[in-house]
């Protein structure tokens, strides 16, 4: 029998750059279109490829005689690849098959199929267990790639779903890899790769997930959940989606510190609890029974004692599920504390909206001493302080207090936090101190501030203060795991409250119904699984009605409060019903005047007697039993008792405009609408002015909303309109801010108000630093709005004029035109005529973003940056003394003074971490990239920037991150002298970079002609801050085409920058020196 002839043993490379290797050695891949067709022939995988498709895929226009030069690519491949083929016979690799070839090579004869079946067999190794061996495979797979897989065919359509498919598989080897170290114990090593493929492809929660499991078991537990954190962050900005259900189980269990997380640790026995002490203190409060927890307060009190004993603070983290008695076990812990002689402080966040914000330190300030006032005066750039007036009875940091910077939400919110420090503070410094923050997963976003300032903040209170937080462990919001993050360096002591044993159980029920038989207990505790208030309740219902009565109800919490309810007379429960759209803390004169005084006092005494509302009958013993009475109400029930709360609140508490707005906004009809608009501004005004920007953005939206239910004010929603944008901003949602901005805009058109729309567009005023605009079409709105309001406002409005004329100048950023630099050069002569400071600082931000119409003005805008810093201490402008440090830093870098800059860049970076101004450390983060780029560092370089682009969420800075990365990554590249190849596949997608990159990518894939006509197509650069960077990367594809008229061109452009790093005016990215590109450009000119 005859054998079938053998294939050739030629193996094939396509995860890098594409190669082959016969018996001979490396075999020679001779042009473009010949590399073309093996990598598409390879790309099939042994399918036949049609004729037609390859010249398809060859020729986006194919010429006369393609089939004959594709025969002839294949003609040549051939006999290359099989050299020893005698004449005539017939290919056995590369072979004929109708309508057109195949590649016949085995799957272990090409890299991606040994990497595939690699990837598979490591993964049934790990699944049984084999983690040893499994790392070893992926260890040598992973070493196959040699860079991008199919490299130089990146933008081939043909290539695309193949190059996926290979990323996909490279990714899951990573993940794979970090499995098994994990269950090798290797946790450090394998964080290092996740972090850097975390960095890489963002989106992909898997790697975020393993990385997280890494972090934790490596000792890192505040490093996991800021990975968490940073996964949450990516996804909302890039998709708009929530984390799925393993990455929110696995946060709630690094919170809890599951013991399942680290296999090592599970095993460790417990330590042994240290007895109790008997309760104490709490005179004359009448407290629900507290059984068990031994082993947890023992804990608390022992940590307790080492703050005491060292004098310095210290975090308590209490989780659990609704009803596993967080907040009796911190009553417990404070009544031992207090009977220790600590000073103990409880402060409860509100279980309603209705609430004024940060509540739960108005009632820690209450329950604590008086601090002496701070020191008040002006901060030095960077490195003094401001501090507030003192707030007697509260804290506050008021915009409207007098001196330096007041008027600035970030010196204010400094202050609030300073006062809050100091009156903390002050109570330490007389003995211990015991905070408890009850319910944080309810809290707003200013309360969670306010602790974390007090705690991680740059001036963090000092002495033996214990801070106690408590927090549903299954209600985690994205708000509170932030603050988790930050709070993750103090390395709180956590405490997770699962069910009460039996045994503790037993107590429970003997305690609030009697003696209960050992087999009604048992079915009780696997009824509730040891849930304190489950077991309250159904023991409540077994002193009420007998043990029979725990068949008959059904199983859920809900079901027993309804059903214990119902035993209630009917008038009582009504009266409690109404009391649920109070919230869960109850004011007995509102409640009075909705139900009656008699009804109301019959009701809180029967109510209190059965367990739901506390004793003294001013709260619901559980949000439970709230929640459950509220959300049993019909809808217009609903709606018109809180009307009726309303008018009530009116009468009796009209400055309670956050309840009023609450109620008004859940009433029907347009006047409560209308009611809840004007108390909803009210409110955002007061929250503003109390320095708690997240609470103001909330109710200025409520405001919103309620004027489009009513709909009858335009001038009032579009200053509910401009006050959400306002708040917005100051928290650093600049994309959110603009969109505000486009329905501002369309008002102003309408209502053809000169002074009105001069006010509306000057609204916006954020500092920027970045010359690009993200949305031409919003610019060119703008720009018509204020040049139409700045015609038709009268002559002595020169201040409207100036704000005007600063809007235009900051909305003409980027153009090539000269009036958005007139218009800033006559802002600023109007601001310096009026001695405006905070004007004129608005008006030097429009002239930075004029000082770049031409190649050299580094200069110029470092001597903007210094006068802009020397003003705004001088004047308390906290952000824009920020923006200062920042242009300097610019000038610096592009004069390659690192060490100037670096100074410039820590005093940015320690304002911003005083007044928590969040995007400053997105901006120093590009700048560390750069630094590494310059000291010629490329690996390390190119893993900071791509940690750093994952900080840069488009919405945050808009116009700067479209396609930052793969500039910045070519440029690196072009910086220190490697080949741009690798890059610029992936810059040819650089968004506004990409048609400067796109000459040199068709010049690297030998298409000259198509490159030469890329070049002379490129239009003017925008006038920004990388003008250099891309006329740099425009000159290196002109010296290689020979382009002389180009060649001089950009000559002539760059020579003013000649001492200067290209595009490092930007403080995020460097070309190089512009010197080495016109010493290139002069030579090319030189030669004939």
């Known amino acids: 029998m005859t054998e079938p002839p053998r294939v050739p043993p030629v193996t094939f490379g396509v995860l890098g750059p594409l190669v082959a290797a016969g018996p001979r050695g490396p075999v020679a891949l001779r042009g473009a279109r010949q590399r073309a067709v093996l990598a598409r022939l390879l790309v099939a995988r042994g399918r036949v490829v049609p004729v037609d498709r390859l010249v398809g895929d060859l020729w986006a226009e194919p010429p006369e005689g393609a089939v004959g030069a594709l025969r002839t690519f294949v003609a040549d491949l051939r006999r290359a690849l099989e050299p020893d083929r005698p004449p005539r016979r017939p290919a056995r690799l590369l072979v004929t098959a109708p309508p057109g070839y195949a590649l016949a090579a085995a799957t272990d004869a090409v890299d991606a199929g040994r990497f595939e079946a690699a990837v598979g067999a490591a993964g049934e190794s790990l699944a049984a267990g084999r983690a040893g061996p499994a790392l070893a495979a992926l260890d040598d797979a992973l070493a196959l790639w040699r860079g991008p897989a199919y490299a130089e065919f990146a933008a081939e359509p043909w290539a695309r779903a193949e190059i996926d498919r290979l990323d996909e598989l490279r990714m899951l080897a990573v993940e794979r890899r970090a499995e098994a170290l994990l269950a090798l114990g290797r946790a450090a090593e394998a964080a290092g790769d996740l972090r850097a493929q975390a960095a890489a492809q963002p989106l992909r929660e898997e790697t975020w997930r393993l990385l997280a499991v890494a972090l934790y078991r490596a000792g890192r537990q505040g490093d996991a959940l800021a990975a968490l954190r940073e996964a949450r962050a990516v996804l909302v900005g890039e998709l708009g989606v929530d984390p799925g259900p393993r990455l929110r189980r696995l946060e709630a269990d690094i919170l809890a510190q599951a013991p399942h997380l680290d296999p090592a640790l599970a095993a460790v026995p417990a330590p042994v609890a240290v007895p109790p002490a008997p309760p104490t203190g ?51 812990l404070a009544d031992r504390l207090a009977a220790a002689g600590w000073t103990c402080a409880v402060g409860r ?67 609030l936090h300073r006062t809050a420090g100091a009156r903390v503070g002050a109570a330490a410094r007389r003995g211990p101190v015991l905070l408890v923050l009850d319910d944080l997963h309810r ?52 405490v997770y409250l699962g069910g009460l044993a039996e045994a503790e159980t037993a107590d429970l029920v003997r305690a609030v119904a009697g003696a209960a038989d050992p087999d009604t207990v048992r079915a009780l505790h696997r009824r509730s699984g040891g849930n304190p208030f489950f077991v309250r ?40 019903r109404r009391a649920a759209v109070l919230g869960r803390d109850l004011d007995p004169d509102v409640l009075a005047a909705l139900v009656g005084e008699d009804a109301m006092l019959d009701a809180v005494d029967r109510a209190a007697q059965a367990g739901f509302l506390t004793p003294d009958g001013t709260r619901f013993a559980h949000i439970l039993v709230r929640d459950t009475l509220y959300t049993d109400l019909s809808a217009p029930r609903r709606a018109r008792w809180h009307a009726a709360a309303g008018a009530a609140l009116e009468r009796l508490r009209p400055d309670d405009v956050t309840g009023l707005a609450h109620h008004f906004g859940q009433a029907p009809g347009p006047d409560a609408a209308a009611r809840a608009a004007r108390y909803a501004a009210a409110a955002a005004v007061r929250a503003e002015r109390r320095c708690h920007p997240h609470e103001a953005a909330r109710l200025w939206q409520q405001a919103v909303a309620a004027h489009d239910r009513a709909g009858d004010d335009v001038r009032g929603r579009l200053a509910a309109v401009i006050g959400w944008g306002r708040a917005l901003a100051v928290t650093g949602h600049l994309d959110r801010t603009r969109r505000l901005r486009v329905e501002a805009v369309a008002t102003v058109e309408r209502l053809a108000d000169p002074q009105l729309a001069a006010d509306v567009l000057a609204a916006f005023d ?278 002389r008229a180009t060649m001089a061109r950009l000559h002539a452009a760059l020579s003013p920058a000649a001492d200067e790093l290209a595009g490092a005016g930007s403080g995020v990215l460097t070309a190089g020196p512009v010197a080495r590109y016109l010493a290139d450009l002069a030579a090319a000119l030189a030669r004939d």
């Not at 029979?548 to 009917?570: N, S, Y």
């Not at 204020?786 to 950023?813: G, K």
């Open 537 to 576: 309740e159904l023991a409540r219902l077994l002193a009420a009605e007998g043990a029979t009565a725990l068949e008959r109800v059904p199983a859920g919490v809900r079901d027993v409060i309804r059903h214990r309810l119902a035993q209630l007379p009917a008038s009582t429960g009504t009266v409690l």
């Open 282 to 332: 709490g005179a004359g409060k009448e407290r629900r029974p507290f059984v068990g927890r031994d082993a947890e307060l023992a804990s608390l009190t022992g940590l307790a004692e080492r703050v005491a004993r060292r004098g310095r603070p210290a975090l308590a983290l209490v989780s659990g599920d609704a009803g596993a008695g967080k907040t009796a076990f911190v009553e417990a």
């Open 766 to 1043: 954020v500092p920027a630093v970045w010359p690009r605009n993200d949305d031409e079409e919003l610019s060119r709105r703008i720009v018509a709005a204020a040049e139409a309001a700045l015609a038709a406002l009268p002559a002595d409005q020169a201040a409207r004029q100036a704000r005007l004329l600063c809007t235009l100048a900051l909305e003409l950023r980027g153009d090539t035109g000269d009036r958005g630099r007139r218009a800033a050069a006559e802002a600023e002569a109007i601001a310096r005529g009026l001695g405006d400071p905070a004007l004129l600082a608005f008006a030097l931000n429009a002239r930075f973003m004029h000082a770049v119409d031409r190649a050299g003005q580094a200069p110029e805008r470092g001597r903007i940056g210094a006068e802009l810093v020397d003003l705004a201490v001088r004047h308390g402008l906290v952000t824009f003394e920020v923006l200062g440090h920042l242009i300097v830093l610019q000038a610096c870098c592009a004069r390659a003074d690192l060490a100037a800059a670096d100074v410039h860049a820590a005093a940015a970076d320690r304002l911003a971490a005083r007044y928590e101004l969040p995007l400053v450390g997105v901006f120093t983060a590009w700048y560390a990239a750069l630094r590494l780029a310059v000291a010629g560092r490329r690996a390390e370089a190119e893993a900071a920037y791509r940690a750093a682009a994952v900080r840069l969420d488009a919405g945050q800075m808009p116009g700067m991150a479209a396609g930052l990365l793969p500039f910045a990554l070519l440029c690196l590249r072009l910086s220190t002298g490697g080949d741009p190849g690798p890059a610029l596949a992936e810059a040819t997608h650089a968004g506004p970079y990409a048609p400067w990159v796109r000459p040199l990518a068709l010049l690297a894939e030998g298409r000259r002609d198509e490159a030469g006509a890329a070049l002379r197509a490129l239009p003017e650069s925008p006038h920004d801050l990388l003008r250099e960077a891309r006329l740099c990367v425009a000159a290196r594809a002109a010296v290689d085409l020979g382009d």
């Open 443 to 494: 809290a707003d976003e200013d309360t969670l501030d306010l602790l974390t300032a007090l705690l991680t903040g740059p001036e963090p209170v000092t002495g033996p203060v214990l801070v106690v937080g408590t927090y549903r462990s299954t209600a985690i919001t994205p708000a509170l795991t932030g603050a988790l993050a930050r709070l993750a360096r103090t390395e709180p002591v956590r």
């Open 349 to 415: 966040v509100p279980e309603y909206e209705g609430a004024p914000a940060a509540w739960p330190w108005t009632q820690l300030a209450a329950a604590l001493p008086e601090a002496e006032a701070p020191a008040t005066g002006a901060a030095p750039a960077a490195t003094g302080g401001l501090s507030g007036a003192p707030v007697p009875g509260g804290l506050s940091g008021d915009t409207t207090a007098d001196g330096p910077g007041a008027g600035e939400p970030a010196v204010a919110r400094y202050r």
